[in-house]
């Protein structure tokens, strides 16, 4: 089987390094020559929206699917047309925007920051009537990593906010002071069955992932999540990983935005899981029976951005493993990250507080 991966990041490469041994081939599409997936695969240098090289990766691949969502909608429809595409149109046409992805929340009655549309500056004060202050602008396309986000404290903030974020159409969200951030990733395969991995425990800074622990245990809101994005995978017909970043607040979850592929919360189940988020996309998308998505073990997965701390010190760690996406330094570029593995928590933490002391360590020593 081939499968025809839009866009070839680190993504990409992890789900390749995944199939290979289920006998399973890849060609990834991707403008950049250097692309980290195209170090492990075929490789179609071109645009994700370049006709000739869709239909060059069409011809080739038996199934297409993404380590990236903003495909512009026209392309994906095309594809779609032509060949068996997971997740389908619908996912990623709403995950692509963060006013449809919200409506859809909604509609579901999953809760909800309370939102706003923003258009021009005109819209900010009408909008911080339902937001209230402070309030969180975003452009409801292409944001990631923090990117493309205004927070609004007070009433001063709202002057040149959204010029702050380049007057693009956008959406202000009410601020959740919340209590801590978790993900659920779901897979569901072509019959419609769902495997849920547990609760992941996310901590950001500046917007950017920084650590994700496992599993958060936590049966109540394990419940409440699962049983939110159940009729939402339902809705999109959605086949394939999934991924729900949720704001826990008073024992309640409030979504915070969807992902519709593997995800960075996710790479702790390389190691850390039965069957990896990786493997599970593709058992899903190629129609093989979803594997297990038990924990072993407690497990951390620590981002290393802008750039890597030195192999041979991470893994003098016991039950640490390196990930080098193959990508070149760059500020606030996630370039690897490292998973570990502990019998309990505390041990667990003990080897995050070692890791991130390495991470701090490189980074003063360059600076
Ligand atoms: N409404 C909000 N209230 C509180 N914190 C928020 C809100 N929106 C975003 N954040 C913080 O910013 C981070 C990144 O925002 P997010 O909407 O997930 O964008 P991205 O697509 O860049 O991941 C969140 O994980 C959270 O820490
Ligand atoms: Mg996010």
Redesign the pocket.
């Known amino acids: 089987m081939i499968i025809g991966i839009i866009g070839g990041g680190q993504l990409a490469k992890m789900m390749i390094l995944a199939g290979y041994p289920m006998g399973q081939e890849f060609i990834v599409l991707d403008p950049a020559p250097d692309a980290a997936a195209g170090r492990v695969a075929k490789q179609i240098v071109g645009a994700y929206d370049d006709p000739d090289k869709l239909r060059e990766l069409i011809a080739l691949a038996d199934v297409i699917t993404f380590d990236f969502e903003n495909v512009p909608a026209d392309a994906i429809q095309v594809i779609a047309e032509q060949t068996r595409v997971f997740p389908g149109a619908k996912a990623l046409a709403t995950a692509q925007d963060r006013l449809s992805e919200k409506q859809l929340f909604k509609q579901l009655n999953i809760p909800v920051?309370a939102f706003h549309c923003v258009d021009s500056a005109a819209d900010l004060e009408d909008a911080i009537e339902t937001t209230g202050l402070p309030a969180?602008l975003?452009t409801r396309r292409l944001?990631?990593?923090?990117?493309g986000?205004k927070v609004l404290r007070n009433r001063e903030d709202l002057n040149g906010a959204f010029e702050a974020i380049g007057m693009q159409a956008a959406i202000a969200?009410?601020?959740?002071e919340?209590e801590r951030?978790v993900s659920l990733i779901a897979v569901r395969d072509q019959h419609g069955n769902i495997a849920f991995y547990p609760l992941v425990h996310n901590m950001?800074e500046h917007?950017i992932l920084r650590i994700s622990k496992a599993p958060y245990d936590n049966p109540e809101l394990q419940a409440q999540a699962q049983q939110l994005v159940t009729p939402l995978l339902e809705k999109l017909d959605y086949v394939g990983v999934h991924a729900t970043?949720f704001?826990v607040k008073e024992g309640q979850l409030i979504a915070?935005?969807m992902a519709p592929r593997v995800h960075n919360t996710g790479h702790w189940t390389i190691e850390g899981a039965g069957v990896s988020q990786f493997e599970n996309h593709l058992r899903a998308i190629t129609g093989l029976p979803l594997g297990t998505t038990e924990a072993h073990s407690h497990a951390a997965m620590i981002n290393f951005i802008s750039e890597l701390p030195p192999v041979e010190k991470i893994l003098s760690i016991p039950g640490c493993h390196y990930h080098d996406y193959g990508k070149k330094p760059r500020p606030n570029r996630k370039v690897g990250h490292a998973t570990l593995r502990a019998s309990s928590e505390s041990k667990l933490q003990s080897k995050i507080d070692a890791i991130m002391e390495i991470v701090d360590s490189t980074k003063s020593s360059r600076s």
């Not at 944001?143 to 990117?147: E, L, N, P, Q, T």
């Open positions: 920051p969180v975003k944001g990631y990593d923090g990117k986000q969200e009410q601020w959740i919340f951030e950001h917007g970043e704001f915070n935005e």
